[in-house]
């Protein structure tokens, strides 16, 4: 399951839409967001997707990074593999039960905080260098308050977590 702690995203895309539950129909968002992430955020997807699209080229320069705190280090796995492949490219995934994080104001007691949120639609840009751009939709049902306070950051850039649902939560099979 994918999980991002405190990232820097931009919300690119906010979507209102009506939701068949039953016979009613509910306000429900389809929220699009992007965010630059290390190559090692593939592991969420598979055990080889990283190997197949990423490698240490034997021509690049065997040097030992010094550690600086605060700054995490760079990919043992930098260079593309093949370099005529161009992303964007779909991975699937689709998981259920997610709560979204977004800082909004000055502490945690103003965050945006969206529960019951449904994960898909995912797509990877690798990048030279060992990093990835990831895009994702949050499918979540919506009120007016929350769709007027998503709706004012498109385009913006935030901080964002993710996180997964509990490990026996019932939606998993979703």
Known sequence: MIELTAVTA????????????GPEEVPACDLKIETDQPNSILAFFGSQLLDSLYWRAPTAEDFTQSELEGVEPVSDRPNLRN??????????????????????????????????????????????GGSVTLKLRAQFGV????????????????TLSLEPPAANDERLAA
């Open 143 to 158: 009120d007016e308050k929350l769709a007027g306070r998503l709706g004012v950051m498109i385009g913006r850039e935030v």
């Open 83 to 128: 370099a005529a492949l161009v992303g964007p490219f779909g991975v699937q995934y689709d998981g259920a039960g997610y709560t979204v994080r977004i800082d909004y104001g000055i502490d945690s007691t103003t965050e945006i905080a969206i529960h019951d949120v449904r994960i898909n639609a995912i797509t990877i840009d690798p990048k030279e």
């Open 10 to 21: 931009i919300i690119k895309h906010v979507s209102l839409r009506a939701e068949k539950h």
